[in-house]
């Protein structure tokens, strides 16, 4: 194993008249054999006496290789090398998940998630930023909040395992730039104010108390590239890892930020961009996050909408993946209109509410909450728009690089979006674009694998900071003609039918072209 943390155990010389080295300066000496540039803090130095000589000198060391050392981070009686933890942590703004990991065996005992804390002061992250702005108590509060966030994943895994935080030395953390920043209790407000530029990209290894983080170690956060652009996605990379391939490949997730990198091992380009709640159902009344209830596939079969809910519950709303595929099942049988229109009298599920039309898939009586379940003509526009963003921001740097799509060898779909969604309903409305199957990807979290990935392997450190200093990033505000290519974008699939062979031949097939 290459982990970030290891643990070493010493059998060294008592103390006598023939070898009068101190205590610090035996165990300095016995790690430089295998560890370059080993750091010794104060806080270890302190613990050495008597502990040392209560063990007769048998002892375990605890290290963390930071960027360019091995700092110590605990010195305990015995061989105690078996308890060796670490944590990975995808840091998102509405979702924290951690996985804890043994680091002798790379094993992955558990993995929680719990919704981020911070949810409580906004559920937009503009929201928070604005609530903490010109106040470092409300900075703090946030601050807070995800911290509390961490604590309570940390107690989880605690209670099921029965290790605690002094038997963890190192987690890796991936998240967006606004997210690092409340997590260090740095003020965001720079991201969203013109130039974008974030306080910092890059703060390499943190001592965990120093942010109230309870494990015996330290904090490792991947760097960002800009505003937009976080460490969550350099992690993903980290897990693809387009950067080291002959072949280009596209890189996209899309969540509360879209993101997309493109590239190979000669040059990496990237663009982002806000892409709003549409994915998480938050544009919808009914609209909600997956879990238990939220339809999460749909089929209209015989013009009937036939669907299915996360752990069969009782449908509650819809959460991203039924919206793609509610929209794409409409298209397909003559429900909606190239643009998005609804066809009144297409189907008796379309019913007038709210003074305009709207796609009832479920009924009051079927429903959670004894209430008809629709989905609105203004929330199809809504999406239209997240859709048409992701869409166009393929376009925009494909033409950017003077590459096509047939350039492309791989396009990986990132994110819990992309775990869950169906590929042919995402091409259908021209989310993504239409390529060979055998070329998309979608490869989950990719932002927690790439977290793993490098605390089970320190010598990826260097990639990382290789990633992330190499890519190229455009900021969309300096985009041409970029409002152009969305309106065009927004149509289903798109206005240019030909950019969608598979989907034309479908609507053929189905007497609709």
């Not at 804390?117 to 909040?145: P, V």
Request: charged share 25%.
């Amino acid at each position: 194993m290459n982990a970030l943390s290891e643990k070493v155990f010493l059998k060294l010389e008592m103390p006598n008249n023939q070898n009068r080295k101190s205590d610090r300066d035996k165990i300095f000496k016995a790690l430089k054999e295998k560890y370059d540039n080993v750091t010794i803090p104060y806080n270890i130095i302190k613990k050495l006496y008597p502990m040392c000589r209560e063990a007769n000198f048998e002892i375990t060391v605890t290290l963390v290789k930071r960027d360019y050392d091995w700092v110590v981070t605990e010195v305990e009686p015995g061989d105690t090398t078996s308890r060796n933890y670490g944590l990975c942590v995808d840091l998102g703004s509405t979702t924290v998940i951690m996985r804890f990991v043994d680091l002798t065996t790379g094993d992955i005992i558990l993995e929680e998630s719990i919704f981020n804390k911070q949810i409580a002061f906004g559920e937009d992250i503009l929201n928070r930023i604005f609530y903490t702005r010109n106040s470092k108590e409300k900075l703090h509060e946030i601050h807070k909040a995800t911290t509390d966030t961490f604590k309570e994943l940390i107690d989880i895994i605690s209670e099921k395992t029965g290790v605690t935080g002094k038997d963890i030395s190192i987690m890796t953390v991936a998240g967006n730039t606004t997210m690092i920043h409340f997590l260090l209790d740095i003020d965001p407000w720079t991201i969203f104010q013109t130039p974008y530029t974030p306080v910092f990209n890059q703060t390499s290894f943190i001592k965990a108390e120093e942010i109230d983080i309870p494990i015996n170690g330290y904090v490792y956060c991947f760097p960002s590239v800009a505003n937009y652009f976080g460490g969550d996605i350099v992690s993903g990379m980290l897990y693809t890892e387009i950067h080291k391939r002959q072949e280009i490949s596209a890189f996209i997730d899309i969540g509360t930020n879209g993101e997309l990198v493109m590239g190979n091992e000669d040059f990496l380009v990237a663009v982002a961009g806000a892409a709003g709640p549409a994915l998480e159902g938050g544009i919808s009344k009914f609209g909600m996050r997956a879990r238990k209830g939220a339809i999460d596939t749909i089929k209209i079969i015989d013009n009937k909408i036939k669907y299915t809910t996360i752990e069969d519950g009782k449908p509650l709303g819809i959460c991203g993946s039924g919206i793609v595929d509610l929209l794409a099942e409409m298209f397909l049988n003559g429900w909606v209109d190239f643009s998005g229109v609804i066809k009144k009298g297409a189907s008796e599920n379309i019913i007038e509410a709210d003074g305009q039309l709207a796609v009832e898939y479920a009924k009051k009586e079927e429903s959670g909450n004894d209430q008809s379940l629709i989905f609105t003509q203004s929330d199809i526009n809504q999406f239209l728009k997240t859709k048409s963003a992701a869409h166009t921001m393929v376009a925009f740097l494909l033409e950017e690089v003077g590459l096509t799509l047939d350039d492309l060898e791989d396009f990986y779909v990132a994110g819990a979006f992309g775990t869950h969604l169906d590929v042919e309903a995402a091409v259908t409305i021209g989310m993504y674009p239409d390529l060979e199957r055998s070329k998309m990807h979608c490869p989950g979290n990719a932002s927690l694998k790439g977290a793993y990935k490098l605390l089970m392997n320190r010598n990826l450190l260097e990639d990382v900071d290789d990633i992330a200093e190499r890519i190229h990033y455009i900021g969309l505000e300096d985009a041409k003609d970029f409002i152009g290519k969305m309106r065009a974008a927004s149509f289903l699939p798109h206005t240019d039918l030909d950019n969608y062979p598979t989907v034309k031949a479908k609507l053929i097939e189905r007497g609709i072209l």
